[in-house]
T-cell receptor, first 116, second 111 residues
Framework: DAGVIQSPRHEVTEMGQEVTLRCKPI?????LFWYRQTMMRGLELLIY????????DSGMPEDRFSAKMPNASFSTLKIQPSEPRDSAVYFC??????????????FGDGTRLSIL | EDKVVQSPLSLVVHEGDTVTLNCSYE??????LLWYKQEKKAPTFLFML????IEKKSGRLSSILDKKELFSILNITATQTGDSAIYLC???????????FGSGTKLNVKP
């Protein structure tokens, strides 16, 4: 049973470059979440989608960040231009959201991003 | 503003000790509280609690929720070095279908 798949696992790039992170959620899950984790700020929700529609992007830091979900099996998080302060581990998670108490989120292994 | 607060931030114990991790929350439209364990990579799901007073148990780990006092505890008995991890608490609210995460408790179990 495949879990949430993220790519790349590691990304090192210079500031100013465009960075694209990718995520494939678990098949059948209707919600997808992008998180950023740092030592200073912990796990922060950036944006989440329900049925491929962005529902809450209030956590997106600024206009340099954008996310898309063109279909139920793929999402991207893009940073352009990247800055050193964007260095963090970015997690994608998926879940089934409906009328119930909320199903647990399943996390991918994350992308460790370093901006030099 | 909705928030989740975990304590302590970090904890060092020796194998065999029992630990209690705390999670308090102020979240409107509460639906459920979840505990996760994060080792080197992704957080992995431990428990989901929706009702007060009903203990969830898995091996040496157990958790309980108090919806009146707005907190949950995670107990680990007879700790082992493999329990060393960051333990995250999250609350799910049903108005916006959002998960609010605490900052986590870093547990270090020494041999």
């Amino acid at each position: 049973d495949a879990g949430v798949i993220q790519s790349p696992r590691h990304e090192v790039t210079e500031m100013g470059q465009e960075v694209t992170l990718r995520c494939k959620p678990i098949s059948g899950h209707n919600s997808l979440f992008w998180y950023r984790q740092t030592m200073m700020r912990g796990l922060e929700l950036l944006i989440y989608f329900n049925n491929n529609v962005p529902i809450d992007d209030s956590g997106m830091p600024e206009d340099r960040f954008s996310a898309k979900m063109p279909n139920a099996s793929f999402s991207t998080l893009k940073i352009q231009p990247s800055e050193p302060r964007d260095s963090a581990v970015y997690f994608c998670a998926s879940s089934v959201l409906g009328q119930g108490p909320g199903q647990p989120q399943h996390f991918g292994d994350g992308t460790r991003l370093s901006i030099l | 503003e909705d928030k989740v607060v975990q304590s302590p931030l970090s904890l060092v114990v020796h194998e065999g000790d029992t630990v209690t991790l705390n999670c308090s929350y102020e979240v409107t439209n509460f639906r459920s509280l979840l505990w996760y364990k994060q080792e080197k990579k992704a957080p992995t799901f431990l428990f989901m609690l929706t009702s007060s007073g009903i203990e969830k148990k898995s091996g040496r780990l157990s958790s309980i929720l108090d919806k009146k006092e707005l907190f949950s505890i995670l107990n680990i008995t007879a700790t082992q070095t493999g329990d060393s991890a960051i333990y995250l608490c999250a609350v799910f609210e049903y108005n916006f279908n959002k998960f609010y995460f605490g900052s986590g408790t870093k547990l270090n179990v020494k041999p």
